[in-house]
């Protein structure tokens, strides 16, 4: 549930309609997500649990992308101006993002074993 208010909550707010969960758009996107998400749960007639162990496991696959988009704009002069990263914290953040990436790649792995 707080995934898809999460969620909600990200997708209106990147399309520039709302961001706080009073605003009708969020709602709207989190009704959607877990309206999907339900009819997806029915529609694999699966064991939940087995659905919710693979939904957490398939969060680590996107972490990686997460830790890249953020060393990124960590080091943009037009988004951060002075307070871009040193040369420290971005191999502080390089190294983060290549044991996530080193993580992702493991559990990827585990699902084709």
């Known amino acids: 549930m707080a995934n898809a208010v999460l969620a909600g909550m990200l997708l209106s707010d990147g399309f520039g309609w709302g961001r706080t969960l009073n605003d009708k758009s969020v709602k709207i996107f989190t009704s ?3 309206t999907g998400s339900t009819l997806i749960a ?4 699966a064991n939940p649990i087995q659905l919710i162990i693979m939904a957490q496991a398939t969060t680590v696959l996107g972490v990686p992308l997460i830790a890249i988009v953020l060393l990124l704009l960590g080091n ?3 988004v951060l101006g002075r307070r871009m990263n040193g040369w420290f914290m ?3 953040a390089g190294l983060a993002a ?3 990436l080193y993580l992702s790649v493991n559990q990827l792995l585990t699902f084709f074993e």
């Open 32 to 34: 959607l997500l877990l």
């Open 42 to 45: 029915i529609w694999a007639e």
């Open 76 to 78: 943009n002069k037009k």
């Open 90 to 92: 971005n191999v502080i």
């Open 98 to 100: 290549l044991w996530l």
